[in-house]
C-alpha cells in the first residue's frame, strides 16, 4: 500500500469518513485475530516458569527460597525500565520492526537463561528479558488500539486483555506438564513461543505505512506527561495492588486461618480469575456504549467492597464465599477495560502503553510487600483484629478512594475516554 497520508485503508469504503463507519473488513478481522493470537503467545513465556521455579532456582543453583523471589522481582524491575526505552524504540522502527526486534532479544535471553550460567547473570538476564517483553506487550496493544473504528476500540482492547489472560493461564498449566521432568524445557518452550510472535509480526501483519511514529512523546515521566496520563496509571496501580492478595495474601488467608484446602483455595482464585479473563471483552463493549468512566465508578464500588468482605464471606459458608470470588472476578474485568480504554485513547503510542503495564507490575509487586510487612509487623493480640482484615479493608479503601479520585477529579489535560481520535490502520504501521 502506498504511503500515503489520504490512502483509503478500509477496501470496502468509497472515502475515508466511509472507512470509519464501514463495517469492520476481513482484512482488518485477520490483522486483530493476529494480534490477539500474538499477545496470547506472548503470554506463555512468564507464565510456564512459575510451576518450575523451585527446579531453576532452589534446586539448579542452590539457593534459598526467598532468593528465589529474586528471579520474578527483578523481572518487574525491568519492565519499570523499560518505559522510556519503549517510545524510542517505537521512534526509530515501525511496530512491526519493534515487535520482531524485541521478540528476538526476548527469545535469545530466555534461551541463554537455560544453560547453567549461575544466579546472579541469570538475574541479570531476567531484568533485561522483563524489559523486551514489556515492549512486546505495549506495541501490540498500541496497534490493537489503532486498528478499526474508534467507535469499538473498547471492544477490540477487552478481546486483547482477554487473549493476553487466557495466555496466562494456559501457560501455567503448559508450564507444569512440560517442566514436570525437566525444567529447563519451559525456558526452551518460552523462547520458542517468542520466536512465533516474531514471526508473526514480521510475515503475517508487518506491511507498514510509516517508519517512524513522531507523535510520541519525549519523556513519559515528564509533567505534562504525567498530568495526562496519571488517571489510567493510577487505575492500573491500584488495580494490581490489590489483585496481588489473590496470589499470595488471600490463599496464605484462607490456607492458615480457615483451613481450606488446596484444591478448594485453587478454585476460589482460579474462579475470580477466570471471570475476569471472560468478562474483559463484554466489559470493553460496554465501556464503548457507556463510557469507561461509568463503567470504572460501577465496577469500583462492587470490588472494593467484595474484597473486604472475604473474611465475613469465608466466616459465613462456602457458597458466600465463591459467590464474593464471583464478584471479585467480574468487577476486576471491567475494572481492567475501563484503564486500558482510557490508555488506548490518550493515543500517546508503545511508551505511554508501556507506562501503564509497568504501572501494573510496580502495583503487582508492592502489594505483597505491604500485606507481608502488615503481617510480620502486627498480631492480633497487639490490634485487637486480625491482621488480614487489616490488610483487606485497607487495601479495598485505598482501591476506593483511587476509583473516587480518577473518576471525579478534573486535570487541565484530561484523557479522552469517550471521543477517541479516529484512526483506523489496518497493519503494524
Not at 531484568?127 to 496493544?141: M, R, S, T
Not at 518460552?190 to 517508519?211: M, P, Q, R, W, Y
Not at 492500573?236 to 488467608?253: E, G, K, N, Q, W
Not at 462492587?302 to 462456602?318: D, F, G, R
Request: hydrophobic share 55%; aromatic share 8%.
Amino acid at each position: 500500500m502506498p504511503n500515503q497520508p489520504n490512502a483509503i485503508v478500509c477496501p470496502k469504503a468509497k472515502t475515508n469518513k466511509d472507512c470509519q463507519i464501514a463495517s469492520p473488513c476481513s482484512r482488518n478481522r485477520l490483522y486483530f485475530f493476529a494480534a490477539c493470537a500474538m499477545l496470547f503467545v506472548s503470554a506463555l513465556p512468564d507464565a510456564m516458569v512459575v510451576p518450575v521455579l523451585k527446579q531453576l532456582l532452589v534446586d539448579r543453583y542452590g539457593v534459598s527460597v526467598g532468593a528465589a523471589h529474586a528471579f520474578m522481582c527483578v523481572n518487574l524491575v525491568g519492565a519499570l525500565a523499560a518505559i522510556a526505552v519503549a517510545g524510542f524504540i517505537r521512534r526509530k522502527c515501525n511496530l512491526a520492526n519493534t515487535i520482531l526486534i524485541a521478540a528476538i532479544l526476548n527469545a535469545a535471553l530466555l534461551g541463554i537463561m537455560a544453560y547453567p550460567i549461575g544466579f546472579v547473570p541469570t538475574l541479570f538476564l531476567r531484568c533485561a528479558e522483563g524489559a523486551v517483553d514489556l515492549i512486546v506487550y505495549a506495541v501490540i496493544f498500541t496497534y490493537i488500539a489503532r486498528t478499526g473504528p474508534s467507535s469499538k476500540r473498547g471492544q477490540r482492547m477487552g478481546a486483547a486483555a482477554t487473549a493476553m489472560m487466557l495466555g496466562i493461564a494456559c501457560g501455567l498449566a503448559v508450564g507444569g506438564i512440560i517442566g514436570k521432568d525437566t525444567a529447563m524445557m519451559c525456558l526452551i518452550a518460552g523462547a520458542a513461543a517468542c520466536l512465533v510472535v516474531a514471526c508473526a509480526a514480521s510475515f503475517a501483519i508487518s506491511k507498514s505505512t510509516d517508519h517512524k511514529d513522531k507523535s510520541e512523546p519525549e519523556n513519559i515521566l515528564s509533567r505534562s506527561g504525567l498530568l495526562n496520563l496519571w488517571r489510567p496509571l493510577a487505575m492500573m496501580f491500584s488495580d494490581r495492588f490489590v489483585a496481588s492478595l489473590l496470589v499470595i495474601t488471600i490463599p496464605l488467608y484462607l490456607g492458615s486461618i480457615s483451613n481450606m484446602s488446596p484444591s478448594t483455595i485453587g478454585g476460589l482464585v482460579g474462579i475470580a480469575m477466570l471471570m475476569t479473563a471472560i468478562g474483559t471483552w463484554p466489559a470493553g463493549r460496554l465501556a464503548d456504549r457507556f463510557g469507561s468512566k461509568r463503567l470504572r465508578l460501577i465496577c469500583g464500588l462492587i470490588y472494593a467492597p467484595a474484597v473486604a468482605l472475604i473474611p465475613y464471606a469465608n466466616s459465613i459458608n462456602l457458597t458466600v464465599t465463591l459467590l464474593d470470588f464471583l464478584l471479585i472476578g467480574i468487577a476486576g474485568a471491567g475494572l481492567f477495560a475501563s484503564s486500558l480504554i482510557l490508555i488506548a485513547n490518550a493515543q500517546r503510542g508503545p511508551g505511554a502503553m508501556g507506562a501503564y503495564h509497568a504501572a501494573g507490575n510496580l502495583g503487582f509487586l508492592l502489594g505483597p510487600i505491604t500485606a507481608g510487612a502488615i503481617l510480620s509487623t502486627f498480631s492480633e493480640s497487639e490490634i485487637g483484629v486480625s491482621p488480614y482484615l487489616l490488610i483487606f479493608i485497607g487495601f479495598a479503601l485505598l482501591h476506593a478512594f483511587v476509583t473516587f479520585a480518577t473518576v471525579f477529579i478534573r486535570t487541565a489535560q484530561p484523557v479522552h475516554e469517550d471521543t477517541p481520535a479516529t484512526s483506523a490502520t489496518p497493519n503494524l504501521a
